[in-house]
């Protein structure tokens, strides 16, 4: 498919989260997950982004959110919302998942979408999207993949490196992927392989690597290697999401305005910048009470 032929319709699949922040002694509650970070940035660039996740009716609060920012929500049956506790601590981060939805039943709620030609994955866990699916589905869909969920798994609650068998399929069916440092280097080292040589194996168009307040780059399938350089942040208000809103905005820069790496990758950590400053996704906006 090239890219000029896809239409601004984006499914955006993944567990819209309940995310309790402790940070400095007191607990905020936020609606979370890349659906919403990434939801709400693809709206904000004038694209059209449909969730699909699983969520607890006990949770109505969630989906109406979706609903008043006028972004469509294909919600599954779940008993159960999944649940994200996260300690910060200046530049430590602890997190904990003490529940969690069901698996996502994608491609059976695919079939609600007319025209679907790009999938941005957001899973939070290996289990978070229904294995099932990147075994059986064809790659007919241009695909761009946050690796976070297949990194990582919980044990007792807690949230551990570690490559998830799932993400080899997961690869098979992406175009573009995203990785902060730490997950790239655990996945090159599961795999045994060069960045050269993954995008090869899985036929990628681009990875693209953050590495925090040092910037990242962009490595492409003809080998070149872009890097950019983090915006300056004046004063940090919270850093959740960040990487959400930096992919969603690179994706929505470089394959929807058809612009370069380099010109693509500055302006995402412009506007993630943006939104640690608490000056693009207003955190008050998320804000929920349980």
Request: aromatic share 10%; glycine share 6%.
């Amino acid at each position: 498919m090239g890219f000029r032929e896809m239409n601004k319709n984006i499914v955006i699949a993944g567990s819209a989260t309940v995310d309790k922040i402790v940070q400095k002694g007191t607990i905020t509650v936020k609606i979370g997950g890349v659906v919403t970070y990434a939801g709400i940035t693809f709206k904000k660039k004038n694209l059209t982004p449909i969730i699909i996740s699983n969520v607890s009716h006990t949770n109505k609060d969630i989906i109406d959110f979706f609903l008043n920012q006028k972004i469509r929500f294909i919600n599954g049956h779940t008993e159960r919302t999944t649940e994200f506790i996260n300690y910060i601590d200046e530049e430590n981060r602890k997190q904990e998942m003490p529940c969690c939805a069901i698996p996502i039943d994608l491609g059976t709620k695919l079939k609600e979408i007319d025209r679907v030609e790009h999938i941005h994955l957001g899973p939070l866990h290996p289990e978070d999207i229904h294995p099932s699916f990147f075994k059986e589905t064809e790659k007919k869909f241009f695909v761009s993949l946050d690796v976070q969920g297949y990194v990582r798994k919980a044990e007792q609650n807690k949230i551990k490196y570690c490559v998830s068998e799932n993400l080899h399929d997961v690869l098979n069916m992406s175009d573009v992927i995203k990785a902060e440092i730490k997950e790239f280097g655990e996945i090159l080292k599961t795999y045994k392989m060069t960045p050269e040589e993954l995008i090869k194996h899985y036929n990628l168009k681009e990875i693209v690597v953050t590495t925090g307040k040092k910037g990242g780059y962009i490595v492409s399938d003809s080998g070149k290697r872009t890097e950019y350089r983090a915006h300056r942040v004046k004063k940090v208000v919270d850093t959740t999401g960040a990487g959400d809103v930096f992919f969603a905005s690179y994706i929505a820069s470089r394959y929807y305005r058809k612009r370069d790496a380099k010109e693509s990758s500055n302006y995402a950590a412009y506007i993630s910048a943006k939104h640690i400053e608490g000056n693009y996704i207003h955190q008050e906006l998320l804000e929920i009470n349980i």
